[in-house]
T-cell receptor, first 114, second 117 residues
Framework: GNSVTQMEGPVTLSEEAFLTINCTYT??????LFWYVQYPGEGLQLLLK?????DKGSNKGFEATYRKETTSFHLEKGSVQVSDSAVYFC?????????????FGKGTLLTVNP | GAGVSQSPSNKVTEKGKDVELRCDPI?????LYWYRQSLGQGLEFLIY????????KSGLPSDRFSAERTGGSVSTLTIQRTQQEDSAVYLC???????????????FGPGTRLTVL
């Protein structure tokens, strides 16, 4: 079946540090890949997505590239801010008909200190 | 416009009681999903609706769990005879559905935190 593995947290960084959160997946065919973010006290929000190999998703300074050869979708940001403190979830869909249910990783808690 | 809303935001119940959780999707979204977020299991898919039909119920953990959707809009997730292991945050998401294609984006509600004593 489909699965997503992401690096265990928590991750603690200082402001302006470089961020990488690793994500690898197992799926048949060609899944779409997502990063969702959950800020404290808020619901899940889509951060970025990529739907085919070599696509790069980007938003709010975050980037992730769909690497089919390594089945990875690592999240990166060059300079994190305190406001980036949140839980980050890597996810995939493997559509079957119109069903695009998401399979999530366990989540990675990021804390950015001033 | 209005996002996905869920009610109640918090629910505390006693073991053995039934609970109903409600989801109001974004207007015009034909696809609706329920997920569960718990410390031990992370985020898990429960059930998928397309319109009023539920072609994928594969994530429902037991027959104590059921869900329905009426008028292609509001959905209710019902848990009968609640157990302590049902304690979790229940999330609802909606999306355009087939017209959204393979890039269809799910928008999540704030969740209902269920605590079973």
């Amino acid at each position: 079946g489909n699965s997503v593995t992401q690096m265990e947290g928590p991750v603690t960084l200082s402001e302006e540090a470089f961020l990488t959160i690793n994500c690898t997946y197992t799926a048949t065919g060609y899944p779409s890949l997502f990063w969702y973010v959950q800020y404290p006290g808020e619901g899940l929000q889509l951060l970025l997505k990529a739907t085919k190999a070599d696509d790069k998703g980007s938003n709010k300074g975050f980037e992730a590239t769909y690497r089919k050869e390594t089945t990875s979708f690592h999240l990166e940001k060059g300079s994190v801010q305190v406001s980036d403190s949140a839980v980050y979830f890597c996810a995939l869909t493997r559509g079957g008909g119109s069903n695009y249910k998401l399979t999530f990783g366990k989540g990675t808690l990021l804390t950015v200190n001033p | 416009g209005a996002g996905v809303s869920q009610s109640p935001s918090n629910k505390v119940t006693e073991k053995g009681k039934d609970v109903e959780l409600r989801c109001d999707p974004i207007s015009g979204h034909t696809a609706l999903y329920w997920y569960r977020q718990s410390l031990g299991q992370g985020l898990e898919f429960l059930i998928y609706f397309q319109g009023n039909s539920a072609p994928d119920k594969s994530g429902l953990p037991s027959d104590r769990f059921s869900a329905e959707r009426t008028g292609g809009s509001v959905s209710t997730l019902t848990i009968q005879r609640t157990q302590q292991e049902d304690s979790a945050v229940y999330l609802c998401a909606s999306s355009l559905g087939p017209s959204g294609g393979s890039t269809d984006t799910q928008y999540f509600g704030p969740g209902t935190r269920l605590t079973v004593l």
